[in-house]
């Protein structure tokens, strides 16, 4: 558990994730980006730990929300490093584990 | 004798027919055995027909053979069971299947017949659909009426993947080409294109989810 770094969305943000942007509406892919994954993010390289982000517990995803939050943040960090640092968890929706992995290998195309 | 037979068998009547045949067999098993003990214990039978002609009755024979005879029944009727509760799993699970469909049909349609919506009463509900779906392809493979991970239900899934896509994407600021929903305030406006594709992801689906109960069918 020491060299991980958990990130829960519906404990650390929000159990209603909304659109892609902050100009469409509340609680948005790029908001969730900005305040919490990106500075987790940059903690976990710099203390090389690993970055869990546990993906259960809200009422739903946008594909929009995931493509900007982690697609996003493969275009700023790379689709291989964000891979290399990132672990995702869900047990109520194993798919979209699958799905964000997608987002972030498209990003750098 | 004859009359205990007719009324043991009338009250039999109401039951299975693999219950009645055991019943009857055990019956006439029994009653031979009894009359062959009576005759036996009185030391009297021996029935001959004609001078070299005679039926003889072998104790041990007749007791293997109606041994055997009422295993066979055992076998048939416990193999019989086993393929009925196998029929009612898959009439079951196809059940469900069909539900699964008639409902995501009429929650897409309703969703559709509303031009703007709050973002999270899609996501809810295709969070709910896709879950469930997920269970029963699960139970599915669990229960060997479909293969584990086949393209039939990678297919199916996928569908419900697209038909999210559909209601929820909106451009990135890197490649806003295309076109899709609007989003703002947290509300979706959906517009023709949309609708016109859902509406054909659906029937997609509806043809997926057909083709998998078609696959389950064919597990017996």
Do not use: C
């Not at chain 2, 696959?215 to 017996?220: G, L, R």
């Amino acid at each position: 558990m020491d060299n991980k770094i958990l990130v829960s969305i519906a404990n650390d943000f929000s159990i209603t994730p909304g659109p892609r942007s902050k100009e469409e509406g509340k609680f948005s892919g790029e908001a969730f980006r900005l305040n919490i994954l990106e500075p987790k993010f940059k903690e976990a390289v710099e203390k090389n730990k690993k970055l869990v982000v546990n993906l259960d517990g809200v009422l739903g995803y946008g594909t929009s929300f995931l493509e900007e939050a982690f697609g996003g943040l493969a275009r700023q960090y790379g689709s291989e490093k964000v891979l290399e640092v990132l672990e995702l968890v869900s047990v109520e929706e194993p798919y979209f584990a699958d799905d964000i992995i997608n987002y972030i290998k498209d990003a750098s195309k | 004798m004859l009359m205990i037979l007719l009324i043991i068998l009338k009250m039999q009547a109401n039951k299975p027919p693999h219950d009645n045949l055991l019943h009857f067999l055990t019956l006439l098993i029994g009653v031979g055995f009894g009359y062959l003990i009576f005759a036996l214990s009185f030391n009297g039978f021996n029935f001959t027909i004609a001078k070299d002609v005679g039926i003889q009755f072998d104790f041990f024979q007749v007791v293997s053979l109606a041994v055997t005879a009422w295993l066979a029944v055992y076998v048939l009727r416990r193999l019989n069971k086993k393929d009925e509760f196998k029929k009612m799993e898959i009439k079951i699970l196809a059940d469900y299947f069909i539900d699964f469909r008639k409902e995501f049909e009429a929650v897409i349609k309703e969703l559709l017949s509303e031009k703007e919506m709050p973002l999270i009463l899609i996501t809810s509900q295709m969070k709910n659909y896709r879950t469930r779906l997920e269970m029963l392809v699960n139970t599915a493979e669990q229960h060997k009426m479909i293969e584990k991970d086949s393209l039939l239900t990678s297919k199916l899934k996928g569908k419900l993947y697209d038909i999210l896509g559909i209601l929820t994407y909106t451009p990135s600021k890197q490649d806003p080409e295309g076109t899709y929903v609007t989003v703002k305030n947290g509300n979706v406006a959906i517009h023709q294109e949309q609708i016109d594709k859902t509406y054909a992801k659906l029937y997609e689906t509806q043809r997926s989810i057909f083709e998998v109960i078609i696959e389950i069918n064919k597990s017996t």
